[in-house]
Each structure stands twice: as C-alpha cells, then as structure tokens.
C-alpha cells in the first residue's frame, strides 16, 4: 500500500494550491479518502474526507475554502486549497480508511506528509 502526496509548497496568503494523493496497493474506490494536518507540538487536525459515495465531510476551519474530489479512475484524492491563511500552514498527510467486511477490521493507511507554509 502507497499514498505519495505531493503539491505542497510555499504560497502567499490568499494563494491557493493543490495537493495531490497517489494510492496504490488496495481497491481505491471502496475507500473513504482525506486529508489531515499537523503542526509541530500540536495534534493531527482532520481537514476534510470523501466517502465512496462521493459524500464529504470539512472541518469548520476550511469550509468554503477548501474543495476535496476524488478520481477513481487515477486512484487520486484531491485537495484545492484557495484563500490560504497563515494558519493553514502544516503538514499535510493524505489518508485511506475502509471497514473490511466481514471481519470488520478497519484499514487506515496514511501517506508521509506534505509542507504546506502560508507566509508572505
């Protein structure tokens, strides 16, 4: 199993970018998929999720800035960043969940993280 992030980098605020998660090694599209953020000496913040319905999910901080879409033909989760504050600067670490039926033992699969920094 391999989620590789990528698309993070240095923005100014109000800048937007896009973070990119490349799955491999298990069936994408049975999966809910999302992002999390951690800053140093702090505890991984979820941002937003995208279940196998296409439903989503985003935290308070984000919402209306952030949109996450999914490409189940490209096994790719997608995060568009827009409006970026200062405080959304973190590490940005994609990951995979799914309930494994029927012995009801969850997969949770998580990337290694990208550099986000807002700063001008």
């Known amino acids: 199993v391999q989620l590789v992030e990528s698309g993070g980098g240095l923005v100014q605020p109000g800048g937007s970018l896009r973070l990119s998660c490349a799955a491999s090694?298990?069936?994408?599209?049975?999966?809910?998929m999302g992002w999390a953020r951690q800053v140093p000496g702090k505890g991984l913040e979820w941002v937003s999720r995208?279940?196998?319905?296409?439903?989503?999910y985003y935290a308070d901080s984000v919402q209306g800035r952030f949109i996450i879409s999914r490409d189940n033909a490209k096994n790719t989760v997608y995060l568009q960043m827009n409006r970026l504050k200062p405080k959304d600067t973190a590490v940005y670490y994609c990951n995979a969940q799914a309930m494994v039926l029927p012995t009801y033992i969850v997969n949770d699969y998580w990337g290694q993280g990208t550099q986000v920094t807002v700063s001008s």
């Open positions: 090694g298990f069936t994408f599209a049975n999966y809910a």
């Open positions: 995208i279940y196998s319905d296409g439903s989503t």
